[in-house]
């Protein structure tokens, strides 16, 4: 109980004359508390088993969980499940009536929901359901949308949705001109702008006295931003309800070859290990307990003394990470268990000036879901499935993902290099770094999500002359440009980046538009930017990559699976001469210059414009940086059209062969010159085929361009 003497020899200056009152009674009890706790720990764990077979033992809370178990059976036969409380639900205040076990009863409800909904539309799952009870509590205690309830991880919102009046409506979730996968500001007023302290501030300025609560996971915890604000948590003092959602996973799918490995990271251990100590909590709740019988100022000085055990568990120092930033940790709380969580949030609510409150809840991914429960990535984000089983309803493919080649090209590089080393940030599975972390465990690392670290890390390792390929999706290396700028391309480092995900990804929608990489990347002086056009191309690009030791380099590719490209011998890909294209049909009239895997629209589109007698050269760029200036000059001065296609923003491959053909003059003469790319909008969510019409991208769009730039009927097609 070394414990107790840091709490004692931390305290006992603070408990004496200073406050008028001297406390040697209560030390006093704190110091007989100390052998008891000892004591009934011991007990604890000697008679655990025989404990928990003792029904007659348990509280009138946990017999009511009991029973509740035995009387609630979730049913997930595929049919619209009954939601008798549910249905009563037209607004989150509908629900602040309820009692505790009507409470319970409606998360079940939410959750079979949930289950049901993305059963039929596909999404995010796991971490939807594990928050079931801790949305009912939040819209229970608060009042949104006065009370702002901010969702970090917007993939956990879907218990949120369906209590704030969008339960008719969510089985149109991620579909075009319908409710989106994530919280969206203008698709309902209790779905609010993320960022919780900036919001508190706001409201400390407009001398409102609403509540700003930010539901944050122990993953994304660790990110630089959030360490960020937790830092200026106490400098701003504002009244601030912060719940971390430990479910001691991370929030992206990240199953490997061997099953779904633990978090990495020093705040991930430090949870757990405080979540896993029965003597911290009862050392949390013992001073209380001698609070009546002291009487005086003792409530006041026990709840100094209540902060310090937190501390001590954290790092045995006596200074607890979260309490030292100014915040007022309570933890750890059974997020699965009602009672609690509502009768904490009551208090919390009720405390005026109350401060920044950390809320340290754990709960289980997938929870109330067996297939999810037993999944190795717990159901995280899936395709439609058959609710009563978990089968997912994949379409079938013959190829494989463009993920998935990329790891398995990678690895053949790395047997032919040691030198060669992976690192990703907490998307082991989604980037298929897990079969490379089979192969070589000591050449692979997670900085888990922490994107600016990643590319530092890799900017470090190759400074000492290894090969790092940095893959990331291309979503989030928007997080990084100024490391990407300072660390990696000011000293020309050879650091290789992966970008996954690069093009319009459906469902998901505009949160994760994978549109801008190529126009950041390019803007770099030193970077050599590629895309394939098919995934042979993407095993070529990896080998081009893995023999390029003067400069950094990147290439993107698509989610999704390949064409069916012949694939090199034993996944070997074969070095491309860096800053070349390749012609892949020869025409006479126009020319069109693809970049990426929209190449492949783009021989659709000559094919379509053949059937009117328009004969049509396809070329595939290759590299946006730097570009192909022989190939754009032949194709230029032999054709009478010249079109580039990207599905990429503005600012991006045709902005720099716009370039191109301006400095060297290729613009003065008849070349009927344009530049296809996404609008410069996001584009919502909806299907790759409706987003791909709303960009006015599919091939049937690029021969109407040519068809309008020759002066032929475009009306045609």
């Not at 006041?300 to 100014?326: H, Q, R, S, W």
């Not at 907490?426 to 990643?454: C, Q, W, Y």
């Not at 000492?464 to 940095?470: D, I, N, R, Y």
């Not at 690069?502 to 190529?518: E, K, S, W």
Request: hydrophobic share 40%.
């Amino acid at each position: 109980m070394g414990s107790y003497s840091v709490l004692k020899t931390n305290f006992s200056p603070m408990l004496h004359s200073q406050d008028g009152f001297s406390l040697p009674r209560l030390l006093s009890s704190l110091h007989s508390m100390k052998w008891k706790l000892n004591a009934v720990a011991s007990a604890q764990d000697h008679n655990a088993d025989e404990d928990n077979k003792n029904t007659g033992a348990m509280s009138s809370s946990q017999q009511r969980q009991e029973k509740l178990k035995v009387k609630r059976a979730l049913r997930f036969s595929g049919e619209k499940p009954s939601t008798p409380i549910l249905d009563t639900i037209n607004h989150p205040k509908h629900t602040q009536n309820l009692s505790i076990e009507e409470l319970e009863m409606l998360a079940d409800e939410v959750r079979e929901e949930v289950i049901y909904v993305v059963s039929n539309a596909g999404g995010h799952l796991g971490a939807s359901i594990e928050v079931a009870e801790l949305t009912v509590a939040l819209h229970h205690v608060f009042s949104t949308p006065d009370d702002r309830i901010i969702w970090d991880v917007g993939h956990q919102a879907h218990p949120h949705k369906i209590l704030t009046a969008r339960t008719s409506r969510m089985l149109t979730i991620r579909q075009t001109n319908r409710l989106s996968g994530f919280p969206k500001w203008d698709e309902s007023v209790h779905d609010a702008f993320g960022a919780g302290l900036e919001m508190a501030a706001g409201r400390d300025l407009l001398g409102k006295n609403n509540h700003a609560i930010v539901v944050i996971s122990d993953r994304a915890m660790t990110t630089g931003q959030a360490y960020e604000a937790l830092n200026n948590v106490s400098f701003l003092d504002s009244n601030l309800i912060i719940i971390l959602n430990d479910n001691n996973q991370v929030s992206l799918p990240i199953t490997t070859a061997d099953g779904s490995p633990p978090p990495v990271g020093a705040l991930s251990k430090a949870l757990k290990r405080l979540q896993s100590s029965r003597k911290f909590q009862q050392l949390r709740q013992a001073p209380n307990a001698t609070t009546e019988k002291v009487g005086g100022q003792a409530h006041e000085i026990v709840a100094k003394v209540d902060l310090y055990p937190g501390g001590m568990m954290i790092n045995g120092l006596g200074a607890c990470f979260f309490e030292e930033l100014g915040l007022h940790y309570i933890g750890t709380v059974d997020g699965h268990n009602m009672e609690e969580l509502v009768h904490i949030m009551k208090v919390v609510k009720a405390i005026p000036g109350q401060g920044t409150v950390l809320i340290h809840v754990i709960t289980e991914k997938g929870k109330g879901y067996p297939p999810a429960e037993a999944a190795l990535d717990k159901m995280h984000g899936v395709f439609k499935f058959k609710p009563y089983s978990g089968k997912l309803l994949m379409p079938k493919s013959s190829t494989l993902s463009y993920t998935q080649y990329f790891a398995e090209s990678l690895i053949a590089e790395a047997e032919r290099d040691d030198k060669i080393v992976a690192i990703h940030v907490a998307m082991e599975g989604g980037t298929g770094f897990n079969l490379f972390h089979k192969s070589f465990p000591d050449r692979f690392f997670d900085v888990e999500i922490a994107e600016r670290d990643v590319v530092t890390f890799a900017a470090g390792l190759a400074t000492k002359g290894l090969k790092p390929f940095c893959t990331i999706y291309t979503s989030f290396l928007q997080r990084v440009y100024y490391q990407l700028v300072h660390d990696v391309d000011l000293p020309k480092l050879p650091v290789r980046f992966a970008i996954d995900r690069a093009r319009l990804v459906g469902a998901d929608g505009p949160t994760h538009c994978n549109a801008f990489d190529t126009t950041l990347m390019a803007s770099l002086p030193n970077m050599v930017v590629m895309a394939p056009s098919c995934e042979r191309e993407l095993m070529n690009m990896v080998a081009t990559a893995a023999t390029i030791d003067d400069r950094p380099s990147c290439f993107r590719y698509p989610r999704g699976n390949g064409i069916g490209s012949i694939i090199p011998p034993l996944n070997k890909g074969t070095p491309l001469e860096v800053g070349k294209g390749r012609v892949l049909e020869e025409g006479t009239r126009v020319a069109i210059l693809g970049y990426g895997t929209i190449v492949q629209s783009c021989v659709a589109a000559a094919r379509l414009l053949q059937r009117f007698g328009i004969s049509a050269t396809v070329a595939d760029a290759r590299f946006c940086k730097p570009l192909d200036g022989e190939l754009i000059k032949q194709l230029a001065r032999e054709h009478e059209v010249l079109l580039s296609v990207e599905e990429g923003s503005v600012g991006g491959f045709g902005s720099h062969v716009t370039h191109f053909l301006a400095i060297n003059g290729l613009l003065d003469g008849n070349l009927k010159w344009r530049a296809m790319m996404l609008p410069d909008i996001y584009i919502d969510h909806g299907t790759q085929r409706e987003q791909l019409e709303q960009a006015g991208l599919r091939s049937k769009h690029i021969a109407t361009t040519i068809l309008t730039l020759i002066g032929e009927n475009k009306d045609i097609i």
